[in-house]
């Protein structure tokens, strides 16, 4: 079946940092692909999102390129924050219409 | 607005014992999720109900899970005589349409059986 595989976390770095969070997935067809988010004591929220070849997702200076070739859709961001300290979960939709996530990435970020 | 809650947030209790999980979703919204996420894994689907349509079970990892949605509004999700492994935080989220991108989260319940 489908599935995402992401990097291991917890990834930790200092504020201005430039963060990439591999994703990479396998899965049937061209599926769409997500980014979602976890902060501290709230529910996951989507983050950003590509649904064809080469889309680029975007929102609150995170990005995501969808990369057929290579099967990925790493999430970066030229200066993290503090607040963006988080789990970031990658995902696709199947062919079932069902949501499969990867394990999650905790970031951490200090001033 | 409000958005999905659920209840408890955290539950502890012993093996062997049934446990009733909460959810509400946002009013008005058509589709509901039940997750289940363990340690170093993934959100596994559990179930989804849309509107008055047969919910899709396929997730249930055993008998001992079921859920029903009352309503078309609340849903429980129950486990019975619990196991270890069932540890997990539990997630639920609803949704406006058939679209599955369109979901939002509640916070989730943790549990932990002894």
């Known amino acids: 079946g489908d599935s995402v595989t992401q990097m291991e976390g917890p990834v930790t770095l200092s504020e201005e940092a430039f963060l990439t969070i591999n994703c990479t997935y396998t899965?049937?067809?061209?599926?769409?692909l997500f980014w979602y988010v976890q902060y501290p004591g709230e529910g996951l929220q989507l983050l950003l999102k590509?649904?064809?070849?080469?889309d680029k997702g975007s929102n609150k200076g995170f990005e995501a390129t969808y990369r057929k070739e290579t099967t990925s859709f790493h999430l970066e961001k030229g200066s993290v924050q503090v607040s963006d300290s988080a789990v970031y979960f990658c995902?696709?939709?199947?062919?079932?219409?069902?949501?499969?996530f990867g394990t999650g990435t905790r970031l951490q970020v200090f001033p | 607005g409000a958005g999905v809650s659920q209840s408890p947030s955290n539950k502890v209790t012993e093996k062997g014992k049934d446990v009733e999980l909460r959810c509400d979703p946002i009013?008005?919204?058509?589709?509901l999720y039940w997750y289940r996420q363990s340690l170093g894994q993934g959100l596994e689907f559990l179930i989804y109900?849309?509107?008055?349509?047969?919910?899709?079970k396929s997730g249930l990892p055993s008998d001992r899970f079921s859920a029903e949605r009352t309503g078309g509004s609340v849903s429980t999700l129950t486990i019975q005589r619990t196991q270890q492994e069932d540890s997990a935080v539990y997630l639920c989220?609803?949704?406006?349409?058939?679209?599955?991108?369109?979901?939002?989260f509640g916070p989730g319940t943790r549990l932990l059986v002894l």
């Open positions: 109900f849309q509107g008055n349509s047969a919910p899709d």
């Open positions: 009013s008005g919204h058509t589709a």
């Open positions: 989220a609803s949704s406006p349409s058939r679209s599955p991108e369109t979901q939002y």
């Open positions: 899965a049937t067809g061209y599926p769409s």
């Open positions: 590509a649904t064809k070849a080469d």
């Open positions: 995902a696709l939709i199947d062919n079932t219409d069902k949501l499969i």
